[in-house]
């Protein structure tokens, strides 16, 4: 089992930035790739970054070039920095665990507002 703390959400004003981070514990060495979704209320999950076991990454096109996703593996810790926030980033984000057995572990999520 693995299990995910996201941390980091909150209010941001409208070109501002916030870093959220994930921490992981458990089975962390069956860990495939993590990745980061994001949810506003009646819309499906979305896939906003990846990052493989070899430091691979990959980008949701709004976010390309604003969002940087990152992880430390001496911490056990996932990343996304969000830079040049707008109203339409605004929703619940989650962090992934893609394992090895093809499984995916959720973590309860943390709400990112972008309001003035």
């Known amino acids: 089992q693995v299990q995910l703390v996201e941390s980091g959400g909150g209010l941001v004003q409208p070109g501002g930035s916030l870093r959220l981070s994930c921490a992981a514990s458990g089975s962390i060495f069956n860990i495939n790739q993590m990745a980061w979704y994001r949810q506003t209320p009646g819309k499906q999950r979305d896939l906003v970054a990846v990052?493989?076991?070899?430091?691979?990454?990959k980008y949701a096109d709004d976010v390309k070039g604003r969002f940087t996703i990152s992880r430390d593996n001496d911490k056990n810790t996932l990343y996304l920095q969000m830079n040049s926030l707008n109203p339409e980033d605004t929703a619940v984000y989650y962090c992934?665990?893609?394992?090895?057995?093809?499984?995916?572990?959720w973590g309860q999520g943390t709400q990112v507002t972008v309001s003035t």
């Open positions: 992934t665990a893609l394992m090895r057995t093809g499984y995916t572990y």
């Open positions: 990052i493989t076991g070899g430091g691979s990454t």
